[in-house]
């Protein structure tokens, strides 16, 4: 996915150009190729600019898997990066490949399930969600990622619960719609059980 409309005028008013740069990655099977999917789809329900860019490991499941999304004001002028604003990583090789990319002053949020050895750095904010004993507690796996996805968007609101909601109306099968409130409930849930790792 890549959608760009005209080139914007320029911003002349001196308000803040909101553009978030952003890796999520983990194993094949966390539904993170999913969420960065909804999210990018979000921004397009906004009238934001977005890029979607997966990437897969040698299996999909079991494999790693990553995903870049970038959700801008303006056009984008290319979606390939190096660095990124914030990072979301579900296992220990996510963690050890992304953490130095993250820019500093930049986000990290790890699912503490899959983390061993912590993050250490100490130029970026920290965050751990705990989304893999929230989604047991709700007694559905599936609804893992949309805790992590509350999460993100609790510390970077790049794009608001209603952008969401009208997303997975978008992406998700008609014989799937019923499934819609529990994905709202557990994005709910990840915005309040994502904390910050002093």
Request: glycine content about 10%; proline content about 7%.
């Given at each position: 996915?890549?959608a760009?409309?005209?080139?914007?005028?320029?911003?002349?008013?001196?308000?803040?150009?909101?553009?978030?740069?952003?890796i999520?990655?983990?194993?094949?099977?966390?539904?993170?190729?999913?969420?960065?999917?909804?999210?990018?789809?979000?921004?397009?329900?906004?009238?934001?600019?977005?890029?979607?860019?997966?990437?897969?490991?040698?299996?999909?499941?079991?494999?790693?898997?990553?995903?870049?999304?970038?959700?801008?004001?303006?056009?984008?002028?290319?979606?390939?990066?190096?660095?990124?604003?914030?990072?979301?990583?579900?296992?220990?090789?996510?963690?050890?490949?992304?953490?130095?990319?993250?820019?500093?002053?930049?986000?990290?949020?790890?699912?503490?399930?899959?983390?061993?050895?912590?993050?250490?750095?100490?130029?970026i904010?920290?965050?751990?969600?705990?989304?893999?004993?929230?989604?047991?507690?709700?007694?559905?796996?599936?609804?893992?990622?949309?805790?992590?996805?509350?999460?993100?968007?609790?510390?970077?609101?790049?794009?608001?619960?209603?952008?969401?909601?009208?997303?997975?109306?978008?992406?998700?099968?008609?014989?799937?719609?019923?499934l819609?409130?529990?994905?709202?409930?557990?994005?709910?849930?990840?915005?309040?059980?994502?904390?910050?790792?002093?």
């Open positions: 996915m890549y760009c409309s005209d080139p914007q005028p320029p911003n002349l008013g001196g308000s803040k150009i909101m553009k978030k740069e952003i999520i990655s983990g194993f094949g099977g966390q539904g993170v190729l999913s969420m960065g999917k909804i999210l990018a789809y979000s921004g397009l329900m906004e009238d934001k600019e977005v890029t979607w860019m997966p990437a897969y490991g040698p299996e999909q499941r079991g494999g790693t898997a990553n995903v870049t999304v970038i959700v801008s004001d303006e056009r984008i002028s290319s979606p390939i990066l190096s660095k990124y604003d914030i990072a979301v990583v579900l296992n220990q090789p996510s963690l050890e490949k992304f953490e130095p990319k993250i820019k500093p002053g930049g986000i990290l949020i790890y699912d503490g399930f899959g983390i061993i050895n912590k993050p250490t750095r100490k130029d904010t920290i965050y751990e969600i705990n989304a893999m004993d929230k989604a047991a507690e709700m007694k559905n796996g599936k609804v893992f990622n949309m805790i992590v996805l509350g999460g993100l968007l609790k510390v970077a609101p790049v794009v608001s619960d209603k952008g969401v909601e009208k997303a997975l109306y978008k992406t998700l099968p008609e014989r799937h719609h019923g819609i409130p529990l994905n709202m409930e557990a994005l709910k849930e990840g915005a309040k059980i994502i904390t910050e790792v002093k």
